[in-house]
């Protein structure tokens, strides 16, 4: 399977500890764009990177949340002290950079529920 | 502020018949649109995208039109088939930056 793979699909956790996801994008794709989605509304743009640099980060990621892909590969996407609010289907994606890169590859997600 | 709009939450059309989707848009910086299905407990696949510079895209039983003028850009699924049933989000995207609308429901009636 060459596609974005994303560990874990789902995580149930309580109130205020930390959660960590990872994404695994198309081995050739240096972009790499996390997404979260609530119920009933489409993806909300968080963050991008282009290979290892964070280029930037949506007003909706709280300090709470940090995002890193050291090496330009794979990336993780850490929660802080999680809320209830917090409960969301988190996205990963990739593409190339010029070229065909308008067109981004979803992951299947990480379906995440805060009690 | 949505960015991007889908009016329409659900669409329900008899297999063989044609689907419509409808999307707006208020950000004229928006240089590419792209359509993407989904599944439950899936992630959203890429079906068509059009660039501004253009008005149609054609790919197989897919096509998207875009009209910059009303802003507005609309899917056609002819004929529709049973797997057709998805999620479909209209995307635009400024630099690198997707934005979605809250997505349609299709149902293909047998």
């Known amino acids: 399977d060459t596609g974005v793979s994303q560990d874990p699909r789902h995580k149930i956790t309580k109130r205020g500890q930390n959660v960590t996801f990872r994404c695994d994008p198309i081995?050739?794709?240096?972009?790499l764009y996390w997404y979260r989605q609530t119920l009933g509304q489409g993806p909300e743009f968080l963050t991008y990177f282009q290979n290892e640099a964070q280029l930037e980060k949506s007003r909706l990621l709280s300090d709470r949340f940090s995002a890193e892909r050291p090496k330009g590969s794979f990336s993780t996407l850490e929660i802080q002290r999680t809320e209830q609010g917090d409960s969301a289907m988190y996205l990963c994606a990739s593409s190339l950079a010029g070229g065909r890169g308008n067109e981004q590859f979803f992951g299947p997600g990480t379906r995440l529920t805060v009690l | 502020d949505q960015q991007v709009k889908q009016n329409s939450p659900s669409l329900s059309v008899q297999e063989g018949r044609i689907s419509i989707l409808n999307c707006d848009y208020t950000n004229s910086m928006f240089d590419y649109f792209l359509w993407y299905k989904k599944y439950p407990a899936e992630g959203p696949t890429f079906l068509i995208s059009?660039?501004?510079?253009?008005d149609k895209n054609e790919d197989g039983r897919f096509t998207v039109f875009l009209n910059k003028s009303a802003k507005h850009l609309s899917l056609h699924i002819v004929p529709s088939q049973p797997g057709d049933s998805a999620v479909y989000f209209c995307?635009?995207?400024?630099?690198?930056?997707?934005?979605f609308g809250a997505g349609t429901t299709v149902t293909v009636r047998a």
């Open positions: 081995s050739e794709h240096n972009r």
């Open positions: 059009i660039s501004s510079i253009k």
């Open positions: 995307a635009a995207l400024e630099g690198y930056k997707l934005s």
